[in-house]
């Protein structure tokens, strides 16, 4: 079965620096990839998402993620760090499996930014 | 284009209810998943369905129930609840067709609280 793994449970960051969320896949084959990012009493909005081909992807609200097969890893990085960038955010894997849809998210990582 | 739209937003119930959530997926979308969140375990996954059909379930017992009727709309429902059935519970919806690449498009989530 895959899984998803998120390092950290918390980072903080001072606004205006570059940040970088770690994620580590266990899967198989290639999986399909996402961040997701929540803010505090919303659902999750999707940041951006890998499924094959150049391996840095681009995203929302200015992040971007390198996917590297040999390290099993998906980190998502911005370069410079806003305040409204605080909130959670989660990793995925998306896998078919019989011709259904199996979703596993990692536990989160909770940014904070100080001013 | 609406999103999804999860009601109600909040939930008050107390021990040995039961209760239904329901969710409107995006136009067009067949997929439909539901998700618990709780602090204590993360993100995880309830079941999916599509077309009406339930195609892949999560590991909770069988208190947790759901739907989907013709026009994608889907209910979940939830028997005998337990304190530790407090949690935000999210539907999330997709294009479907079973490829792990479908990104999911969340809702706000229903906010459940049991007494």
């Known amino acids: 079965a895959q899984s998803v793994t998120q390092p950290d449970i918390h980072i903080t960051v001072s606004e205006g620096a570059s940040l970088e969320l770690r994620c580590n896949y266990s899967y198989g084959a290639t999986p399909y990839l996402f961040w997701y990012v929540q803010s505090p009493g919303q659902g999750l909005q999707l940041l951006l998402k890998?499924?094959?081909?150049?391996?840095l992807v681009q995203g929302i609200k200015g992040f971007e993620a390198e996917f590297k097969r040999s390290q099993s890893s998906f980190n998502l990085r911005k370069p410079s760090v806003h305040w409204s960038d605080a909130a959670e955010y989660f990793c995925?894997?998306?896998?078919?499996?019989?011709?259904?849809?199996?979703?596993?998210f990692g536990r989160g990582t909770s940014l904070i930014v100080h001013p | 284009k609406a999103g999804v739209t999860q009601t109600p937003r909040y939930l008050i119930k107390t021990r040995g209810q039961q209760v239904t959530l329901s969710c409107s997926p995006i136009?067009?979308?067949?997929?439909v998943s539901w998700y618990q969140q709780t602090p204590g375990q993360g993100l995880q996954f309830l079941f999916e369905y599509f077309s009406e059909t339930q195609r892949n379930k999560g590991n909770f017992p069988g208190r947790f129930s759901g739907r989907q009727f013709s026009n994608s709309r889907s209910e979940m429902n939830v028997s005998t609840l337990e304190l530790g059935d407090s949690a935000l519970y999210l539907c999330?919806?997709?294009?479907?067709?079973?490829?792990?690449?479908?990104?999911?498009?969340f809702g706000d989530g229903t906010r459940l609280s049991i007494l």
């Open positions: 136009s067009g979308h067949r997929s």
């Open positions: 890998y499924f094959s081909g150049d391996t």
């Open positions: 995925a894997v998306g896998v078919t499996s019989g011709g259904s849809y199996i979703p596993t």
């Open positions: 999330a919806s997709s294009s479907g067709g079973g490829g792990g690449n479908q990104p999911q498009h």
